[in-house]
Nanobody
Framework: QVQLVESGGGSVQSGGSLRLSCAAS????????MAWFRQAPGKEREGVAA???????SYRDSVKGRFTISQDNAKNTLYLEMNSLKPEDTAMYFC???????????????WGQGTQVTVSS
């Protein structure tokens, strides 16, 4: 059974940093594509960053230069380093996985429960 568990969320002031983690289990981690999504109240879920099998990362424009996605295959863990956080980054953040490359589209097969990020001005 595939399981994704996010951690690392919290409350920070504008300009602060957080590092999210997503621990994966129940499948061969290195054979999957991974991504981070977020969803704010009343808004649609949107792709934040994704990483393909070669380690190449994709980002939505609003987080380029501020967020970094990475993975540790030995630990079956996905990370999202978030710097220069802004109030508009406030949302529930989810990690997702699939054997199909969905880029930043919310079509991944497996999802975690999410971790809340709140940025105050």
């Amino acid at each position: 059974q595939v399981q994704l568990v996010e951690s690392g969320g919290g409350s920070v002031q504008s300009g602060g940093s957080l590092r999210l983690s997503c621990a994966a289990s129940g499948y061969t981690y290195s054979n999957n594509y991974m991504a981070w999504f977020r969803q704010a109240p009343g808004k649609e879920r949107e792709g934040v960053a994704a990483i393909d099998s070669s380690g190449t990362a994709s980002y939505r424009d609003s987080v380029k230069g501020r967020f970094t996605i990475s993975q540790d295959n030995a630990k079956n863990t996905l990370y999202l380093e978030m710097n220069s956080l802004k109030p508009e980054d406030t949302a529930m953040y989810f990690c997702a996985a699939d054997r199909v490359w969905w880029w930043l589209l919310p079509k991944y097969a497996y999802w975690g429960q999410g971790t809340q990020v709140t940025v105050s001005s």
